[in-house]
């Protein structure tokens, strides 16, 4: 099949509105003629959920949560870009679109990211309306402050819980629509299959997760908000029930998924402590703005450091190498995710890292606590130092943070075209589960403008060309497929349960991560991904052998869940894995060793490599097929990143 | 950890668990009791929950079930009551952001779901919290749809009344207020909401039947009245303040005042 984006011909600027004016609408009366599934209620979901039903269509929303409130976006700190030019420096819609294309290494679809660029004003102003608490000036006006990778201030902010309150706004539309009801909440349910009928996406499967009951839901249509899938990596600064199921179930009825090998390592997050670590946390990147990154200028002075022999303290300041600073004086400590992950790799494997693993470099605040006050410092960052303290005992207001790198975000998702269509007709991705806006590298603060825009202001338009389409006539379960469906999930919880062996889930999630972050991390070689890709297969075998869950499926059973959420990352691993032995380049978040410039930089091959890399399931064990869409740049210039 | 100014313990500790079992909401539950082992201090209170869940699976026994998910102390999932306190004993802290090193070795630990005949136990530590969803659909929001919405900048807000907002507005909606109250009452959570969305005058349209629908929602859940001693306030893990409940006895006098009674 070949990929077609539909992508609007004509300008840039106008392709939108264009695209708006072209797309069918479905008429006031039939909207309510219409079921629209969503699941996931984060950022993404719950704006879609309440959008579709503010229109009249009927929603039915899912979500493994106990409450949609809980869903991660809540956990996003620092904020999020809107093309406002509040500060009069410089922005613009188009500089919005040029950062983030450029950001993203040029990976990205020039359309999507104009169009996410264009929405980003709308989102602050329905989130305002909606009673979001931003941060504002002694005026009263919004406030805003610059975010990594950009040299203008852009960021909207709610202290440091910004994805919080965000949420909690889409909550509460969401919510409103349940009490009028036009939208039907289905809480701890999770999506464990996707039901096609006659080529066309008709309904979901679920499992309660209180008494284990199967269901099957037709509609319409059905929209994934489902987030991403970092947790591939066992340790990531995902929460802990984040999987990929969902798109992976998609996948394999049919929706390619592209360049699933771009995740982003984060680059300031509380190092590891110990084997029994479950999870990573961020420490919020708007932090940069403020503090200096370092380490100790010789290997020696850090060896001593880490031995107890000196404190932080005592290394003086010409024996500090703020290495972000002298490596790139135009953007210092802001420079983008991928390029800050990577240089405080490159400077713990030289030796020089901090912290009793040595992997670890400083963030350290002194010159801003001297220069303003620790009041001040407090005012901005304070939930996050406290955060910090509690996790690590120790005080950021009197010593340097320790961070270090940890996979964040995953650019890669279900392809989509323009419309946030996958390749299974009536089936839509949005926000973090697709793949379209960030290219290879993500910038600070897009991710939630990125799911709101999809939610608030895309989907409810462009899903209505689809469903204008459709006969306004009532969709049921009574199809054949939907049985078919129910039996396999049925049929594969029975197949977890009887396995009785000797590993946890969680064992074979950690292995999986180890293999992942070793081989498929920050830095990865063809040599490393032939070898992590006969591991995955090896590990995928034992554990259909020997993984253990106890218990029945008619009940809550939260290690059969995590069996099934495992199983599928074990088949997504090797995806990964291939789709980095693919690319035969390094871009963004995706560095291949074998590729890189003499400083160290990535380099990228747009003459081969220009393409989304979309891969189609054919069958259990069968390789997957490679279809490339290509890339077409129109308005901006492929240049090499470079913030020096 | 060198330069640590912390006296916390730092050595590993063999603990007893005291665990609520209950296989599900019909059946009768009880105290349950295990021992765990070599446990960091610089482990989390789940953490050292997962250590003990890994063993039960490894020895072919039912996990304890708990809910939890970001581990950041945002989400709100986590809901430990651990010897006799709402996510235990740090002042300001969920579940997930307690840390070993507050407990010393050969300490026994109470484990027990949230208490509240509007919370019932789905099974073991994991309680069904949706009656909040149901306040929250009751009013907990501004009606506005998708669109037409005016510039962001277009009503100023002094920094003072957002930030009082924003304040009340953190509220993770885990339900320690409720668990810590003898009254088992939600007025912290009710009002929190209320506060933030009568401070903002985007919110100010709909105080009136706001107020009186979630406060009416919050009975029919059966939740208690509010005993006024405070110690939801006391409990919350993000130091929502008892001036949000004064602002909702307020709002709701008011709204009484001139009420139509239509709640």
Not at chain 1, 14 to 35: G, I, Q, S
Not at chain 1, 136 to 165: D, I, M, P
Request: charged share 25%; with cysteine.
């Amino acid at each position: 099949m070949e990929l077609f984006s539909k992508a609007p011909e004509g300008p840039l600027a106008e392709k939108w509105d264009k695209h708006k004016f072209n797309v069918k609408l479905v008429n006031p009366a039939n909207k309510r003629k219409y079921d629209v599934i969503v699941v996931g209620t984060g950022l993404a979901g719950a704006a879609a959920a309440a959008s579709l039903a503010e229109l009249g269509y009927n929603v039915k929303a899912f979500t493994y949560h106990d409450s949609p409130r809980r869903a991660h976006s809540i956990a996003a700190q620092g904020g999020i870009n809107a093309a406002k030019n509040y500060q009069n420096d410089g922005d613009s819609v188009f500089r919005l679109f040029y950062d983030t294309i450029k950001g993203g290494d040029y990976r990205a679809r020039e359309a999507n990211v104009y169009r996410l660029a264009q929405v980003s004003v709308n989102i602050i102003d329905q989130c305002v309306a909606q009673g979001v608490p931003f941060a504002r000036e002694y005026g009263g006006l919004l406030a805003n402050r610059s975010f990594g990778g950009a040299q203008v201030s852009r960021t909207f902010y709610a202290r440091g819980q910004t994805g919080q309150q965000l949420l909690l706004g889409a909550y509460s539309a969401l919510s409103r629509q349940v009490a009028y009801g036009k939208v039907k909440m289905y809480t701890r349910s999770e999506l464990l299959d996707i039901v096609v009928v006659d080529g066309q996406a008709r309904g979901i499967v679920t499992r309660n997760l209180v008494n284990g009951e199967v269901q099957t839901h037709a509609a319409h249509a059905v929209v994934l908000a489902t987030g991403g899938y970092g947790n591939v990596f066992y340790l990531s600064t995902n929460a802990k029930y984040c999987n990929v199921t969902a798109p992976w179930r998609a996948h394999k009825k049919g929706a390619y998924f592209a360049n699933p090998c771009f995740t982003q390592i984060h680059p300031t997050c509380i190092p590891v402590s110990g084997d029994y670590q479950s999870k990573l946390t961020l420490m919020s990147e708007s932090l940069r703005n403020d503090g200096r990154v370092w380490v100790p200028a010789t290997k020696e002075i850090a060896e001593r450091l880490r031995k107890g022999e000196i404190r932080v303290q005592d290394i003086k300041e010409e024996d500090r190498d703020y290495f972000l600073e002298r490596k790139y004086p135009a953007f210092g400590n802001l420079v983008p995710r991928d390029v800050a992950s990577r240089n405080a790799k490159m400077m713990c494997d030289e030796g020089r890292g901090v912290g009793a693993s040595g992997l670890a470099v400083y963030l350290d605040f002194a010159d801003v606590i001297k220069r303003t006050s620790a009041q001040a410092v407090s005012q901005k960052y304070g939930n996050l130092f406290e955060m910090y303290e509690k996790i690590t005992d120790e005080n950021p207001y009197e010593m340097p943070m320790r961070i270090y790198p940890a996979v964040h975000y995953t650019m890669g998702g279900l392809w989509v075209d323009y419309n946030l269509q996958t390749t299974i007709p009536g089936l839509y991705a949005t926000g973090e589960c697709n793949f379209s806006d960030h290219g290879a590298n993500r910038l600070g603060a897009s991710a939630l403008m990125q799911g709101l825009a999809d939610g608030y202001f895309v989907i409810p338009y462009t899903i209505g060309d689809q469903l204008a389409q459709t006969p306004p006539k009532p969709v049921t379960t009574d199809h054949p497929a939907f049985a078919e469906a129910k039996a396999a999930v049925q049929a594969r919880v029975e197949q977890l349960l009887s396995i009785n062996g000797t590993r946890t889930p969680d064992d074979f999630h950690k292995a999986l991560g180890h293999i992942m972050w070793e081989y498929c991390g920050m830095a990865r070689n063809a040599e490393g991904l032939k070898h992590a890709k006969a591991e995955i297969q090896k590990l995928r075998r034992e554990f259909w052998q020997d993984v253990k869950v106890v218990g029945s499926g008619e009940e809550m059973n939260q290690a059969l869940e995590k069996a099934g959420r495992v199983a599928d990352f074990l088949e997504l691993g090797e995806l990964m894995i291939d789709d980095a032995f693919n690319r035969n380049e390094s871009c963004g978040g995706h560095f291949r060793e074998e590729y890189q410039t003499p400083e160290g930089e990535a380099l990228r091959d747009d003459d081969n490599y220009a393409y989304v890399a979309a891969w189609e399931y054919k069958g259990d064990n069968q390789p997957e097929v490679l279809h490339k869409e290509e890339l077409v740049f129109e308005n901006v210039k492929l240049t090499q990143r470079s913030y020096k | 950890m060198a330069g640590s100014a912390s006296t916390t313990n730092t050595k590993p500790m063999n603990l007893k668990l005291r665990v609520w079992r209950q296989p599900n909401r019909q059946t009768e539950g009880r105290i349950v009791e295990y021992n765990v082992k070599d446990i960091s201090p610089d482990m989390s209170f789940l953490e050292m929950l997962d250590v003990l869940n890994e063993d039960l699976l490894r020895a072919g026994t039912d996990p304890v079930a708990f809910d939890h998910d970001c581990r950041e102390g945002i989400c709100g999932s986590c809901d430990l009551f651990i010897n006799g306190r709402s996510h235990g004993p740090e002042k300001g802290t969920t579940t997930c952001q307690l840390h070993m090193r507050k407990f010393s070795d050969g300490d026994t630990i109470t484990i027990e779901p949230w208490r509240a005949n509007a919370f019932p136990v789905n099974k073991d530590l994991s309680v069904d919290r949706s009656a909040f969803d149901r306040i929250i659909q009751a009013g907990g929001y501004v009606s506005v749809n998708t669109g037409g919405a005016p510039d962001g900048n277009e009503i100023p807000i002094p920094k003072e009344i957002a930030d009082r907002a924003f304040e009340a507005a953190t509220c993770i909606g885990c339900g320690a207020c409720v668990a810590a109250c003898k009254n088992a009452s939600a007025m912290l959570f009710v009002s929190a909401k209320v506060s933030q969305l009568a401070l903002l005058p985007q919110g100010k349209v709909e105080a009136q039947t706001r107020v009186e629908n979630m406060v009416a929602q919050m009975d029919i859940e059966g939740f208690g009245a509010c005993s006024n001693i405070g110690s939801c306030a006391a409990e919350c893990p993000v130091g929502i303040s008892l001036e949000n409940i004064a602002i909702l006895n307020r709002e709701f006098l008011t709204a009484k005042a001139a009420s139509n009674n239509l709640a």
